[in-house]
């Protein structure tokens, strides 16, 4: 049975770092894309950050140049360096995998998800 495993996450102040990490596992495969999705109360989950197996990278607005996706050989493990955290990042976060595509901003995700991760950036 494939899976998403995530780790990271975490209570950090603003202007602080977090990183998250998620592996996907269960078969050989070389999964295409992998990347992240963050939903708070009450409101729709949204796009973060995606990459390739190849380092195709794709981020959300509101986290270029914050927030650096990468899969190092272009394996089956990601990781979200997030850098100058706001509250505003505050969320559950929830890995996202897809065989077929990139994980874009105005895209739709793929099928597998991960159980998500607590992130909470206050003072």
């Known amino acids: 049975q494939v899976e998403l495993v995530e780790s990271g996450g975490g209570s950090v102040q603003p202007g602080r770092s977090l990183t998250l990490s998620c592996t996907y596992r269960?078969?050989?495969?070389?999964?295409?894309?992998l990347g992240w999705y963050r939903q708070t109360p009450g409101k729709q989950r949204e796009f973060v950050a995606g990459a390739t197996f190849h380092n195709t990278t794709n981020y959300s607005p509101s986290v270029k140049g914050r927030f650096t996706i990468s899969r190092p050989n272009g394996g089956n493990t990601a990781h979200l360096q997030m850098n100058d955290l706001m509250p505003e990042d505050t969320a559950v976060y929830y890995c996202?995998?897809?065989?077929?595509?990139?994980?874009?901003?105005?895209?739709?995700?793929?099928?597998?998800w991960g159980k998500g991760t607590q992130v909470t950036v206050s003072t």
């Open positions: 269960g078969d050989s495969f070389t999964i295409y894309a």
């Open positions: 996202n995998g897809a065989y077929d595509r990139k994980l874009r901003n105005d895209g739709s995700p793929g099928p597998l």
